[in-house]
C-alpha cells in the first residue's frame, strides 16, 4: 500500500536552533502534503497545507515565518522550525493522499518528537 | 463550520468483548467522508476504517464496523472481540468534498481505549 516517510523520528536541541523535518511519499506523488501538530493527550492539529509547487496554506494562528513549509517535488515536502525554543516541542506529523478516489484515506508518516532544550 | 466531537475521553473494555466509541460530526457539506484512526503510543497513525456520506451500507473492515446514522449525525466505531494490541487512542475525522485530493482532515479529541486482561 501507499507509504509516507517521516525524518527523523525525534530531534533533541538546544533553543534557538533551526529544525527541518522532512515527509516523503514512497510510491506514489503527492500534490498535497499536510502537517500537524500534536500535543501529549490531545489531538491533531492541522498545521498548514502544503502544495506542489505553490506556497504553503496555513490554519489560522500558525506562524509562517516560525513553520517554513517546502513541497519542492511531489514526493517530498519539509517542515523547518526555526529559532526553535521549548514551546516550539511536540508531535509533528505530516500526511499525504495518493488519489483522489473518495474513500483512499491520508496515510501518515511516523512522525517526529522534537524536544527544544 | 465543520466539528467532529468525541465525547468518551477514555474507555474501558474487557479483552474479547466488543466495545462501541462515539463520534459525531456537524457540517453543511452533503459530500463528506469520515476516517478513524488508530494511535498506538509509538504515535503513527493507522487507518482503520471509512464510510462516505453517500454510502447505504455501513462500512466493515475485519473486527471493525462503523454505525453510520446520517440522519443523527453519528459514526460510531464498534470493535469486536478486542484484544490487548487494540490498546490505543482512536480518532475520528472527517474530509469534505468528493474525489479532493487536497481535502485536509478535521480530528475529534479522541479516545483512549483500554483493554483489560
Known amino acids: ?9 525525534r530531534v533533541i536541541c538546544k533553543s534557538g536552533t533551526s529544525v527541518k523535518i522532512e515527509c516523503r511519499s514512497l510510491d506514489f506523488q503527492a500534490t498535497t502534503m499536510f502537517w500537524y501538530r500534536q500535543f501529549p493527550k490531545q489531538s ?3 498545521m498548514a497545507t502544503s502544495n506542489e ?3 504553503a496554506t496555513y490554519e ?3 506562524e509562517k515565518d516560525k513553520f517554513l513549509i517546502n513541497h519542492a517535488s511531489l514526493t517530498l515536502s519539509t517542515l523547518t522550525v526555526t529559532s526553535a525554543h521549548p ?8 500526511s499525504a493522499s495518493s488519489t483522489g478516489r473518495d474513500n483512499q484515506p491520508q496515510h501518515f508518516g511516523d512522525g517526529t518528537r522534537l524536544s527544544i532544550l | 463550520a465543520q466539528k467532529i466531537t468525541q465525547t468518551q475521553p477514555g474507555m474501558f473494555v474487557q479483552e474479547k468483548e466488543a466495545v462501541t466509541l462515539d463520534c459525531t460530526y456537524d457540517t453543511s457539506d452533503q459530500s463528506y467522508g469520515l476516517f478513524w484512526y488508530k494511535q498506538p503510543s509509538s504515535g503513527e497513525m493507522i487507518f482503520l476504517i471509512y464510510q462516505g456520506s453517500y454510502d447505504e451500507q455501513n462500512a466493515t473492515e475485519g473486527r471493525y464496523s462503523l454505525n453510520f446514522q446520517k440522519a443523527r449525525k453519528s459514526a460510531n466505531l464498534v470493535i469486536s472481540a478486542s484484544q490487548l494490541g487494540d490498546s490505543a487512542m482512536y480518532f475520528c475525522a472527517m474530509r469534505e468534498g468528493r474525489g ?17 486482561p
Open chain 1, 44 to 46: 491533531l492539529m492541522l
Open chain 1, 87 to 94: 514551546e516550539d516541542s511536540s508531535f509533528y506529523i505530516c
Open chain 1, 1 to 9: 500500500g501507499a507509504v509516507v516517510s517521516q525524518h527523523p523520528s
Open chain 1, 53 to 55: 509547487g505553490s506556497k
Open chain 1, 60 to 62: 489560522q494562528g500558525v
Open chain 2, 100 to 116: 479532493n485530493q487536497g481535502g485536509k482532515l478535521i480530528f475529534g479529541q479522541g479516545t483512549e481505549l483500554s483493554v483489560k
